[in-house]
């Protein structure tokens, strides 16, 4: 394309580059580009339309909310939509679930929510150490970046990652050896070389590191260790929560309560830029203006926000249905790995989280390039990208999980085929 985009945008554009073509409106799982062409979206703004493009139930509110000359902006001021925003979550999340968090608005991306846990907790442990895992995926601010694994992105940073260390994922060594192992060991030895850790920070489901889901079990085992050793637990929630994994929060499969929480991407429900870092209420030892921001207060992302929490999380529907249509996806993939067990090697996933692992690399960028010129975007992830990585909105129909896995199956074959030749 030689344009506008390519005269001016930075080469640091990524997303564009796998599909070349300029969007214009979008509703539910669907996007069109101006050229008329209409795309499903198994990306869904990497896990941040959960309830689908332009959800209409969320669309009313904030239309209503914006033709009153509402407050938009109000940095961390109280407003009504704040209020508002706060006792539904209450209400609709933490009540029900026993949880008694404290809730920061740390700034409105992911990455911030991270920034805000990891400094929390070096403050409240006056220790420096947090403890991270392989493959694993917290954002591109520094602190974010020293506990990310991707060498290419954190060799980004252009600057020593300090106070991170990385131990193994579940089933990062194969079961080769007991869980915890290493961390526990060096743990217990003061000749270890490691600092006893503030925190450790973990995704359920590894999302940006290849959709590498760890066990309940084995969450359950890393929530022991933390308790054991005085660490604190950071669940980054970001891309797996709000439902993805099927319950509202990706930890509660496990049973486990987290210390501190980081959610962003799909709780404002619209693509509205809105994050929250949460935290056990005797961990509050901020001071007040402490840490701060200018868009912590973006009143339009409260009122979406509220909107999905009572649209979608009252009752168990949401959840059931996304259990439901996660085995769906899992059984057409498996099937597609069946009839290509020579190009694919794995089908992983939970909830409506799912990978397909491409046995050589290079075919996964080639399987999301095929599926783009039939009309379905989805992104690769892992380490090498060799994972064709599907994330559909929670609210994509059946007929259209049917549909995308068609043409999954279909580029697959291409992709084969053109191998082949
Ligand atoms: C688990 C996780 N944490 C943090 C982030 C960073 O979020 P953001 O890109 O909004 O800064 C991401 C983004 O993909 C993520 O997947």
Redesign the pocket.
């Known amino acids: 394309m030689n344009d506008v985009f390519t005269h001016l945008e930075s080469e640091v554009r990524g997303y564009c580059r796998g599909w070349p073509t300029v969007f214009t409106t979008a509703r539910g799982s669907r996007i069109t580009a101006e050229d008329g062409r209409e795309y499903l979206d198994f990306f869904a703004g ?2 941040t339309l959960n309830y689908g493009h332009n959800n209409p139930l969320l669309k009313r509110r904030l239309l209503d909310y914006l033709a009153a000359d509402s407050v938009v902006h109000s940095l961390d001021m109280y407003t009504a939509a704040k209020r508002t925003f706060l006792e539904r979550f209450e209400e609709v999340v933490l009540k029900p679930r026993g949880l008694d968090y404290k809730v920061q608005f740390p700034g409105p ?6 920034e805000a846990a990891l400094k929390l907790a070096r403050k409240y442990t006056g220790r420096e150490t947090v403890v991270s895992f392989t493959n694993a ?5 520094l602190g ?1 970046l020293a506990v990310t694994g991707n060498s290419m992105k954190r060799t980004g940073a252009g600057v020593p990652l300090g106070h991170g260390v990385a131990m193994p994922y579940d089933n990062y060594l194969d079961g080769r050896t007991p869980d915890f192992l290493l961390f526990e060991t060096m743990l217990d030895d003061s000749g270890s070389g490691l600092d006893k850790p503030a925190a450790v920070i973990v ?1 359920t489901v ?3 590191g290849g959709i590498n889901a760890a066990t309940a079990e084995w969450l359950r085992g890393l929530a022991d260790l933390c308790r054991r050793h005085e660490i604190l637990l950071i669940v ?5 929560g709000c439902g993805r994994t099927g319950a509202f929060f990706s930890f509660e499969e496990a049973g486990i309560v987290p210390d501190i929480v ?1 959610l ?2 799909s709780l404002s429900g619209y693509g509205l830029p809105f ?1 929250v870092t949460l935290m056990r209420r005797d961990l509050d030892v901020w001071e007040p203006g402490e840490h701060n921001g200018t868009f912590r207060g973006f009143n339009p992302a409260f009122v979406t926000a509220v909107g999905a929490l009572e649209e979608y999380w009252t009752g168990e529907t949401l959840e059931k249905q996304t259990l439901a249509k996660g085995e769906l996806v899992e059984r057409g993939l498996n099937e597609i790995a069946l009839t290509h067990a020579g190009a694919i090697d794995t089908v992983r996933g939970r909830g409506l989280a799912w990978g397909l692992v491409m046995r050589d690399p290079d075919l996964a960028p080639r399987v999301c390039g095929e599926a783009f010129a039939r009309g379905l975007l989805m992104e690769t992830s892992g380490p090498e990208g060799e994972v064709v990585k599907l994330l559909p909105p929670l609210t994509t129909s059946e007929a259209e999980l049917a549909h995308g896995l068609e043409i999954i199956a279909d580029s697959v074959t291409a992709v084969r085929d053109a191998v082949a030749v």
């Open positions: 990497a896990g991306a992911g990455n911030h929510a991270v995926f917290h954002g591109m601010t974010a995704e590894q999302g940006e980054d929630d970001v891309q797996m980081c962003s991407k994050a």
